[in-house]
């Protein structure tokens, strides 16, 4: 890239690839420099920005406030100077050198990602793929640019963000095999009240849905605590009589631990699942690639 203004345009290059890798020794080798290289590539961002983008915290490199408020103009800046002065050039999948950090809950990954991970390597081998785990607070992800694209429930109130729905999701009951709640006819009130109930919440909520249509029938369940994600939850449902919940499209997750599902015998109202992004990705070929990629995969669960 050239200069403007005085400022080296490279370095919003190698700025984005330092918020991403967040490292000198990884930007380096992305952007096939020597350590030293970067590290004064590193030291004129940090004259030309006032800031030090990058400190360090342990072993690790962190980014600053600031360095978190300019990412995502970064990176779309950086986006859309490719395509000005090389359209065309991401088109071709097998030349693109990118990583994609796709946010959503850990049940995504265990379903989804050998599924992506084979696809990326077969179509788009410079394709990194990274997967966040949801977090308890609510964080801009999709505009601070932390994460590219975010897969499942999307409650996402930013009025600029891009969603789209894939398919509607109901939850089914799930307890070890040899469960005393498996003979039998299954009841309301045996569900409530046959055991206790572990609930999966990022947040750590321990009333949902379940507890509203419980109510209705005047009945209630006896919550024994909360894990952050549904693979957790399934380990300790498989030692213990406690009765769970689970999506249908994380069904083989527990069919795989040899863990039974059931039908609830509630009303409850259905899950749409999808995913969204930013606005700035609607362009980008590579990111078009992996929307499709995921909207896929989604629609094969859900048929499945």
Not at 10 to 18: C, H, S
Not at 127 to 136: A, D, G, M
Request: proline share 6%.
């Amino acid at each position: 890239m050239t200069q403007s203004a005085g400022l080296d345009l490279n370095l919003l290059v190698a700025l984005d690839v330092l918020l991403e890798e967040q490292s000198v020794q990884g930007a380096a080798h992305r952007l096939h420099l020597s350590e030293p290289a970067m590290s004064r590539t590193l030291g004129r961002i940090r004259k030309a920005l006032g800031d030090p983008i990058l400190v360090r915290a342990g072993r690790r490199m962190v980014p600053t406030p600031h360095a978190l408020a300019v990412r995502a103009e970064v990176s779309a800046v950086v986006e859309r100077a490719r395509a000005l002065f090389a359209p065309g050039r991401d088109t071709d999948l097998r030349t693109v050198s990118r990583t994609f950090t796709i946010l959503g809950h850990d049940a995504i990954a265990a379903t989804h990602g050998a599924a992506l991970f084979a696809r990326a390597a077969r179509e788009a081998p410079g394709v990194r793929l990274r997967f966040l785990s949801e977090s308890h607070v609510d964080v801009p992800f999709l505009r601070q640019g932390i994460a590219d694209l975010e897969v499942g429930v999307i409650d996402t109130t930013a009025p600029e963000v891009h969603r789209e729905a894939v398919y509607e999701e109901r939850m089914l009951g799930v307890v070890r095999s040899g469960h005393p709640l498996l003979d039998g006819e299954l009841t309301p009130a045996r569900f409530a009240g046959e055991a206790g109930h572990l609930v999966v919440s990022r947040r750590g909520r321990q009333r949902g849905p379940i507890d509203d249509a419980l109510a209705e029938l005047g009945l209630s369940r006896r919550v024994v605590g909360s894990v952050g994600t549904y693979p957790a939850s399934l380990f300790v449902l498989r030692e213990t009589d406690l009765i769970g919940l689970i999506t249908t499209y994380s069904r083989p997750m527990a069919d795989s631990l040899g863990l039974v599902t059931f039908e609830i015998p509630l009303p409850l109202p259905a899950v749409e699942v999808g995913f969204a992004w930013h606005p700035r990705h609607d362009a980008d070929p590579a990111h078009a690639w992996l929307r499709g990629c995921v909207r896929e995969l989604m629609n094969e669960v859900s048929s499945g």
